[in-house]
Antibody, heavy 116, light 107 residues
């Protein structure tokens, strides 16, 4: 069965960086794109970007360009999302989500809290 | 970028009622439209893709329609377990914008 298991909650100070992982299992890792979506407390879903695991190609939302980096490790079937220059507005739950036409499987979410 | 606008932002209806949520794209997206359900404290769940194709395992009381710029999600008979926030998302191209969400409650 398809599973996406994300790393645990993180707390960072403003200006720092955070790297969240998403380990995939139950399918061929390189076949499907992986997306990252975030949700601030009490707010809606916000698309951050995607990575194509087979080629390491990435596409980012313009809002996050220059601050986000998505990478993958095919040996462990894991994708990573690193966000830098954190500010309080980046406090959110971050989700990875597999694309099979659309996002059919989602990770459990990782809470990132930015606070001094 | 194409913007996605949902209406209403929230609604309250009785069990058994027919509920309709609309999603409008600022430009045509053909049928590249998905609907997600997010229950409180839970992960979003895919309900519908290609505007009207029901994801496997989703109850048949959910249906979707539309093409181009105007789309609709309908719950034919609202059930207590349908209390959630519903999001539309375009997926014809990046960025894959979501609508702002519609919160559905039981009256």
């Amino acid at each position: 069965q398809v599973q996406l298991v994300q790393s645990g909650a993180e707390v960072r100070e403003p200006g720092a960086s955070v790297k969240v992982s998403c380990k995939a299992s139950g399918y061929t890792f390189t076949t499907y794109y992986m997306h990252w979506v975030r949700q601030a407390p009490g707010q809606g879903l916000e698309w951050i970007g995607l990575i194509k695991p087979s080629s390491d190609t990435t596409t980012y939302a313009q809002k996050f360009q220059g601050r986000v980096t998505m990478t993958r490790d095919t040996s462990t079937s894991t994708v990573y999302m690193e966000l830098s220059s954190l500010r309080s507005e980046d406090t959110a739950v971050y989700y990875c989500a597999r694309e099979n036409i659309v996002n059919d499987y989602w990770g459990q979410g990782t809470l990132v809290t930015v606070s001094s | 970028d194409i913007q996605m606008t949902q209406s209403p932002s929230s609604l309250s209806a009785s069990v058994g009622d027919r509920v309709t949520i609309t999603c409008r794209a600022s430009q045509g997206i053909s049928n590249y439209l998905a609907w997600f359900q997010q229950k409180p404290g839970k992960v979003p769940k895919l309900l519908i893709y290609a505007a009207s194709t029901l994801q496997s395992g989703v109850p048949s009381r959910f249906s979707g329609s539309g093409s181009g710029t105007d789309f609709t999600l309908t719950i034919s008979s609202l059930q207590p377990e349908d209390v959630a926030t519903y999001y539309c998302q375009k997926y014809n191209s990046a960025p894959r914008e979501f609508g702002q969400g519609t919160k559905v409650e039981i009256k």
